[in-house]
């Protein structure tokens, strides 16, 4: 099936400190996704992408759609303590259907 | 708010136990989801339903089965549980694409279950 490639597999960080992390993909997709995980909690969404080259903010996170359709990146800036969690990318192609990546662990320090 | 919420948040059964991890909606989503999330590996499909009595494999589907018998209700079944099913299992919902982002799940908080 189709697979995506996160990277890094974990971060520790200073807080303050800027973060950048990115999904890339063999397939094509029509929507990319980015979900956080707290600890002991579900992931939820927080940016979903759905055109090419498409730039979106969310607060202090910003994600890009890949020209390419093949990958994404997220971006936070001035990383605080409640960003620890893991980060997931998420593509969607035709379909229903969501293909995740193995996820990003952020881990700051204060 | 949409609410998921799963019966179990730990659970230890032993090999070869029938197990069932419960999930109910309150939002009157269509579409419910199991997933199983293992470190390094993300989150992955097994088994998705979009209506009443309808079900479709997800990506690994073998040693699973669900019901879904209510629209608000969709159960993960271990008929015989074996220890490489020692996981964390999210339960997530969604409406039908249009009426949200496409892709946007809520996830309840996951049953983390261990096989001994």
């Known amino acids: 099936g189709q697979q995506l490639n996160q990277s890094p597999q974990s971060m520790f960080i200073q807080e303050g400190e800027d973060v950048s992390m990115n999904c890339t993909s063999s397939?094509?997709?029509?929507?990319w996704l980015w979900y956080k995980q707290d600890p002991g909690e579900g992931p939820v969404l927080l940016i979903a992408?759905?055109?090419?080259?498409e730039l979106t903010s969310n607060g202090r996170l910003t994600a890009q759609f890949g020209i390419t359709r093949k990958d994404s990146f997220l971006n936070i800036s001035a990383s605080i303590p409640s960003d620890v969690g893991i980060y997931f990318c998420?593509?969607?192609?035709?379909?229903?259907?969501?293909?995740f990546g193995a996820g990003t662990i952020l881990r700051v320090k204060s | 708010d949409v609410k998921v919420t799963q019966s179990s948040r730990y659970l230890v059964k032993r090999t070869g136990e029938k197990v069932f991890l419960e999930c109910v909606q309150d939002?009157?989503?269509?579409?419910m989801f199991w997933y199983r999330q293992d470190p390094g590996l993300g989150l992955r499909l097994i088994y998705f339903?979009?209506?009443?009595?309808?079900?479709e494999k997800g990506d690994i589907p073998e040693g699973y089965s669900v019901s879904r018998e209510k629209k608000e209700r969709f159960s993960l079944i271990l008929e015989s549980a074996s220890t490489n099913q020692t996981s964390m299992y999210l339960c997530?919902?969604?409406?039908?694409?249009?009426?949200?982002?496409?892709?946007?799940?809520?996830f309840g908080e996951g049953s983390r279950l261990t096989v001994l």
């Open positions: 997530a919902s969604s409406p039908w694409v249009g009426l949200v982002r496409p892709g946007e799940l809520f």
């Open positions: 397939s094509i997709f029509n929507t």
């Open positions: 992408l759905y055109k090419a080259g």
């Open positions: 998420a593509g969607q192609g035709y379909g229903n259907k969501l293909v």
């Open positions: 939002m009157d989503h269509e579409n």
């Open positions: 339903s979009y209506d009443v009595k309808m079900k």
